[in-house]
């Protein structure tokens, strides 16, 4: 009992029960209102759309008019293409040439669909649904017409052909019987994933990143804090200060050597230079440490609290398990605020390719964010007291004989 009550007078025993505490509230609070009516917001998904047959603009502009997300028109699929793999929109549908004229022939017309696999999880899902809904609703509506039209014509004939009525009558039930032959399915469905890989588990390499980084950088920021605490008085403020920068650049960009070094162990392959990945990676290390260091140095170990709210809200709005756009506004706002934003979507070009000189582009914002977060830390200090240090008298400390 002497243990448990010396534990309960310690600062730090509260802490931690804090710590476990502000964990559920603000996961449950930020994961319950962030992902809450997300299948009301498919109308922020884009698709694209390319028609290369004039006779079905018809088609094209129904699609456009009635589809659950929004359609961006392109003239070429090259053009669709390069818009994809920017993740500006999530899937292509092309309508090639000919196809209305191919309607009712021996080989059937087919739609093209085009899915982007480097994208989260929960897109990729709702664009295969639209695949199936888009395909059966055309089939519908086109066997339906094919049907209408054919006996239309069959009985226009008929009127005008000196028949009896009962011989009519049963010649129409004949054609009737060969309108209900035709195809209920005249259009086939091509899906194409692009930008995927074989290995499921790299699908899960982006969150897993972002989890392990940030989680690490927290926990490496409070443990140095605790170190530096027992320097204060030795050390000036600003010596401990830019000890711990050199500490948070080396470690940054020596981190990326096994970060690669484990992705070529699990067979996790990339498209992108080692170069590029290398310093993608230190970048984006470094603007998690520097950004985790903010909350300590302004808040010391209360600042983990913040750090918990900063992991879940960069979870929740990098990406990696539910796409952005399906978020609530003041989500999708706070992304562009965050580093794992940038972290999620160079890594899906990283493991998932497509997106050329992503890399490098999604550097310029961290590199942003890390640098905003340093000024902040340094005007922290700089409002901070220096501790002075206490000379004491080793001779004091000794009981006189």
Do not use: C
């Amino acid at each position: 009992m002497n243990a448990l009550q010396a534990l309960l007078r310690l600062r730090g025993t509260y802490i931690g029960i804090i710590a476990a505490v502000m964990f559920q509230l603000i996961f449950f609070s930020v994961w319950l209102t962030a992902y809450n009516g997300v299948q009301d917001r498919t109308h922020n998904l884009a698709i694209g759309m390319v028609n290369e047959d004039q006779n079905a603009e018809p088609i094209a502009k129904e699609l456009q008019q009635n589809l659950p997300v929004q359609t961006k028109q392109f003239h070429t699929l090259e053009e669709a293409f390069d818009q994809m793999n920017e993740r500006e929109v999530n899937m292509v549908i092309h309508i090639p040439e000919n196809f209305v004229s191919s309607l009712g022939s021996e080989s059937r017309p087919s739609i093209q669909y085009w899915i982007n696999q480097a994208n989260a999880t929960s897109s990729k899902t709702m664009m295969e649904q639209l695949t199936f809904e888009v395909t059966n609703k055309l089939n519908t509506e086109i066997s339906f017409q094919q049907k209408t039209a054919a006996t239309g014509a069959i009985e226009q004939q008929l009127n005008q052909l000196p028949v009896e009525p009962a011989v009519a009558q049963a010649i129409g039930e004949a054609f009737k019987n060969l309108a209900a032959s035709i195809q209920s399915e005249p259009i086939d469905k091509v899906v194409h994933k692009t930008n995927a890989v074989d290995q499921f588990s790299a699908n899960l390499v982006p969150l897993m990143v972002i989890i392990s980084s940030f989680v690490g950088a927290m926990v490496m920021i409070m443990q140095i804090n605790e170190a530096a605490g027992t320097l204060r008085t030795t050390y000036s403020k600003w010596g401990l200060f830019f000890g711990r920068q050199i500490i948070n650049i080396a470690v940054a960009f020596l981190l990326p050597l096994l970060t690669i070094g484990l992705m070529n162990l699990f067979d996790v392959a990339s498209e992108e230079s080692f170069v590029a990945i290398y310093l993608f990676q230190g970048v984006m290390f470094l603007s998690f440490l520097l950004v985790a260091q903010v909350f300590v140095y302004v808040f010391g170990n209360y600042g983990m609290v913040f750090n918990i709210l900063a992991l879940s809200l960069q979870l929740v709005t990098s990406g990696v398990l539910v796409a952005r756009e399906l978020l609530p506004s003041g989500y999708h706002a706070i992304a562009s605020f965050l580093p794992a934003t940038y972290g999620a979507d160079g890594y899906y070009t990283i493991v998932f390719g497509g997106n050329e000189g992503a890399l490098f582009t999604n550097i310029t914002p961290l590199l942003l964010i890390a640098g905003s977060a340093l000024l902040v830390t340094a005007g922290a200090v700089f409002l901070r007291r220096e501790k002075k240090s206490i000379q004491v008298n080793e001779s004091s400390l000794l009981m006189e004989p």
